[in-house]
């Protein structure tokens, strides 16, 4: 199992050196090999996706990657932002299904902003599509008209990038809950009309799981008022970015949620679904069970090792159950602890 490690920047290098030594635990047979995304790459190399970690990404079977992207670089050019880093491996290795699970383990019950009763139980994976959308279309970019500047993007979608994302939430569900809703705004986009129609053309070859409709602001009031009716949800890549980052917050801490990010093969690219946190930054008090539990999804996903998987998972909730927290989770009553520490007691945990 080749995997090409990233660690990026701000927290991402801590976090990610407890996930390789959880991984390196494992007694499995692996070779990670690191290499450079974001901003540490445009320091070094003055491109945020160099050739070298290109090459590596490729020949890799899976990658772990950390954070990308700080203040420092805000005033880049846009070609040279951390952030193109993360959207061109993306796009070179076709990661068009991003895999995102908001569960609320219940010991941290207390540590989300809704109430108890609301949140208890939750359990939703949210199924975004990744390489299509605004975030690629062209035309796109600032010019002037008229004498001002205006700003353009393009929001496209075909049938069949549609559908290919639908399957992978359908096929999802079945080992869930058998339940999808698809999210879109038909009733003012175009563009969303067509997901919907597809959606329901999709739904057909799979007349076990249950499909339902919502539009993208009644879905984000909706994960705030009744998350729980949620099982699967699935939509496309600007609208999945906002809802999964707000169901992530329902947990408690944005720093408890892994992801995957796959191709058609299973091969992914797998990351914590916070981001680089440069003003904690080298302190060493980042919480890292994301991205241990990131390396879970990597075992499961790319790599079919689904006992491996659950021994990590396992051990994320003795550790809690034995009442670690990092800052983001402590509460009184708690035993606080670092970066480090929260990694040796999942070792133990082990």
């Excluded at 909730?317 to 970066?339: C, H, N, S, Y």
Aim: include cysteine; proline fraction near 5%; aromatic fraction near 6%.
């Amino acid at each position: 199992m080749k995997i090409c490690v990233l660690p990026g920047d701000g927290i991402g290098p801590e976090i990610v050196a407890e996930a390789v030594r959880v991984l390196q635990a494992m007694d499995l047979n692996i070779e990670m090999e690191e290499a450079l995304l974001g901003g540490c790459a445009v320091d070094a190399t003055g491109d945020p996706y160099p050739d070298a970690t290109q090459k590596l990404a490729q020949a890799a079977d899976a990658v772990l990657l950390g954070a990308v992207g700080g203040p420092q670089w805000d005033g880049n050019p846009r070609e040279q932002r951390p952030e193109r880093g993360l959207l061109g491996i993306r796009k070179q290795l076709g990661l068009f299904a991003n895999l995102r699970p908001a569960i609320l383990y219940p010991e941290l019950a207390n540590a989300s902003t809704l109430k108890p009763e609301v949140v208890a139980g939750l359990d939703i994976l949210i199924v975004r599509e990744l390489t299509g959308d605004i975030y690629f279309g062209q035309p796109r970019g600032i010019e002037m008209r008229n004498g001002e500047r205006f700003g353009l993007n393009t929001m496209h979608y075909t049938e069949s990038e549609i559908r290919r994302i639908l399957r992978v939430a359908f096929a999802a569900a079945r080992k869930r809950s058998r339940k999808v809703c698809s999210v879109d705004k038909m009733n003012v986009l175009e563009c969303t009309q067509l997901w919907r129609d597809v959606a329901i053309e999709t739904g057909r070859e799979y007349p076990d799981v249950e499909l339902s409709h919502m539009l993208v602001d009644n879905a984000a009031m909706q994960l705030v008022k009744n998350p729980r009716q949620f099982d699967v949800m699935v939509t496309g890549n600007m609208f999945g970015d906002i809802l999964s980052d707000e169901a992530s917050m329902l947990t408690g801490s944005i720093g408890m949620l892994p992801s995957a990010s796959l191709d058609a093969n299973n091969k992914g690219l797998y990351e914590p679904c916070h981001g680089s946190a440069p003003d904690i930054a080298g302190k060493g008090v980042a919480n890292p069970l994301a991205t241990i539990l990131s390396a879970a999804m990597m075992l499961r996903y790319t790599f079919a090792d689904e006992d491996a998987a659950r021994r990590i998972e396992s051990a994320v909730k003795k550790v809690l159950a034995q009442g670690f927290r990092t800052g983001d989770i402590f509460e009184p009553g708690m035993k606080k602890v670092g970066t480090r520490q929260m990694g040796d007691a999942v070792l133990a945990a082990l």
